[in-house]
């Protein structure tokens, strides 16, 4: 693995070089692990301004949760009284000769910047914008690897929880439930905090679980991923609690896995962001419910649980291969509750067999 960590820091240190400048100072955690293979708490990683090294305000702790720090990079532990490891980067940089250093605007405070800046006035800071950002859109095969375990982990922790017994218990117990189910098969970590939504609450996006309990014909709306190796996944189910569903809520819940099936056989190489969105959309909105549709259909994953691309009525670009997205249209009627479906897939090729579904477990709506 070090010899990608190594090209990636290759390609950003040629990108910097084209812009005219010498180093660059990752700061950004998600960017600190795509090119060191970890990303210690507070640490930030120079590049260009002699060796490669990565800067920590204390030793790495050898948590996997931490990564796995590429072997070959350089690492120095500043001293306790150390400050802050970006102001100490910047402090190296002139020291190499550096005058100028690429910095993520983006991720730094107004007072962190204008300390990087007094401490090497002779230093000038660039901006490096979302370069790296835009570099980790389309993952190898190895990230993918890791996004795919992770969505069997998921898949493994909500399968389990459908066999118990949910009439009675409380969202907020549903959630803690899942989120160890993921650990104890081998997550990390939860990739987002776990939503549990029942009744009048599901089919919300990013409902946080409450003490309302799981009733008799209920709605319930799950949404959770797996963090493995820092990978984050996405699944997003359905359900009807103990009885039959009633027609309303088979018309809906039918509704948007049509929109959520429209929207998964649009993605391939080439098709725009904002396509794969309307393709779902025009579906909910022929049906009425436009007003109760999310504001974008999905996002890319990987390091972070919301990535570029996002799949948005404004998005600009087009989708490439090998790039991991969610797809995830729902719809919620205040007071009745409602439908959300997401998967996360993988854009393939169509000679290669089309998008690759990560998360496998049943779009049918079942009575628990």
Not at 105 to 115: D, F, G, I, N, S
Not at 145 to 156: G, H, K, M, Y
Not at 338 to 347: H, K, N, P, W
Not at 352 to 360: A, C, K, M, R, W
Request: glycine fraction near 12%.
């Amino acid at each position: 693995m070090s010899e990608v960590f190594a090209d990636r820091r290759g390609r950003l240190r040629d990108r910097c070089a084209a812009s005219g400048s010498a180093a660059a100072l990752v700061s950004r955690p998600a960017n600190v692990r795509y090119l060191a293979g970890g990303a210690p708490p507070g640490s930030v990683l120079l590049l260009g301004a002699g060796d490669d090294v990565l800067l920590c305000p204390r030793p790495p702790s050898g948590d996997p949760v931490e990564g796995r720090l590429d072997e070959q990079l350089r690492q120095v532990v500043l001293p306790a009284s150390g400050g802050d490891p970006a102001v100490a980067a910047v402090d190296i940089a002139g020291k190499a000769g550096a005058d100028t250093l690429a910095v993520e605007e983006h991720h730094l405070t107004v007072t962190r910047h204008r300390a990087m800046g007094s401490v090497a006035p002779h230093v000038r800071l660039a901006d490096l914008g979302t370069a790296i950002e835009q570099e980790r859109i389309v993952k190898d095969e190895d990230e993918i690897t890791c996004l795919r375990i992770a969505a069997e982990i998921t898949d493994q922790a909500l399968g389990e929880l459908l066999e118990s017994i949910l009439v009675g218990r409380t969202e907020r117990h549903l959630a803690l439930e899942l989120e160890r189910r993921l650990v104890d098969h081998g997550a990390d970590g939860p990739a987002f905090t776990t939503s549990v939504a029942t009744g009048p609450n599901a089919g919300r996006g990013g409902h946080r679980p409450s003490d309302r309990r799981v009733e008799e014909g209920d709605f319930l709306s799950v949404c959770l991923g797996a963090n493995y190796r820092g990978y984050r996944c996405e699944i997003g189910r359905t359900f009807v609690i103990g009885t039959s569903p009633a027609d309303w809520q088979i018309e809906l819940y039918d509704l948007v896995f049509a929109a959520q099936r429209a929207a998964r056989e649009s993605l391939a190489p080439g098709t725009a962001y904002r396509d794969v969105d309307r393709a779902a959309r025009q579906i909910l909105d022929a049906a009425g419910y436009g007003e109760c549709v999310a504001p974008f259909l999905g996002h890319g994953v990987g390091l972070e649980i919301e990535e570029d691309p996002q799949l948005a009525p404004g998005a600009m670009g087009k989708l490439d291969a090998c790039v991991p997205v969610t797809v995830e249209p729902g719809v919620h009627l205040p007071g009745r509750g409602g439908v959300r479906i997401d998967d996360t897939l993988v854009v393939r090729q169509e000679a290669d067999g089309g998008p690759e579904l990560l998360t496998i477990t049943t779009k049918e709506l079942l009575a628990l």
